[in-house]
């Protein structure tokens, strides 16, 4: 790029082909930026380019249907002969799909780490990869403590241990199981939870870890309990008991 004109001297097929130009288009690149990405520009990106020769970072602009195009480029100065600045050269390598799945990962930490549903994340040898807080509360966690040194296997009754050795080849062969058992907090109280447990593999196929998600249902459990109970007391009383539209 021409400094004084602004110009593209020369852009490749690749870089012409994000912009969504004509092979044989003089390109302007301040058609293809926002306001905010234009003051981006002069005020970060060229300020380092003429103070120390190159600049390198992420950065983004616009194609010409607008679609945002977020590129990791490096920029370099170049002078004329006479030691002025005279041409900037730039290489980029578009990372739009990476961002994009960058921005979901924040998404999807940020809806884990405000539910109320325990979130756990094991090995395949259930060594503990994460709790999120709701789990850690629940469960007896020390905020701070580390938890790599932990085992899944600490917060599971003797009970559901062999329920999930059952289950364990059909969450292999289905990736996926959802029911009612229990878990135990680290005192030891056991209390019943929803779960949906996944196998996650990588794009090979090969299972790499184990997500956990319990939803604590003591609650509605107790009040299972309590409705069965008075059932039972109304259905064993001697005395008689009917109803009737009044």
Known sequence: ???????????????????????EEEISFDKFHTQEEHLYFKEKILPNIFQKGRWSGEYSFRSRTNKKIVVLGEWILHNDEEGNPNEISVTAIDISILKEKENELNRLAGIIENTNALVIIVDLNFKVLYFNEAAK??????????ITQLSGYDFIPNETKERMKQEEAKLYAEGKC???LTINTRSGEIFPVLEVAIIH??????????????????????????LKNLTSIIENSPAYITMADL
């Open 1 to 23: 790029t021409n400094i004084k004109t602004k110009k593209a001297l020369f852009i490749n097929s690749s870089y012409r082909s994000k912009l969504e130009a004509d092979d």
């Open 137 to 146: 509360e629940r469960l007896g966690i020390g905020k701070d403590e580390d």
């Open 178 to 180: 959802v029911g009612e």
């Open 201 to 226: 593999k990588d794009e090979a196929g090969l299972p790499q870890y184990f997500s956990f998600t319990f939803l604590d249902i003591s609650e509605s459990k107790q009040k299972e309990t309590e």
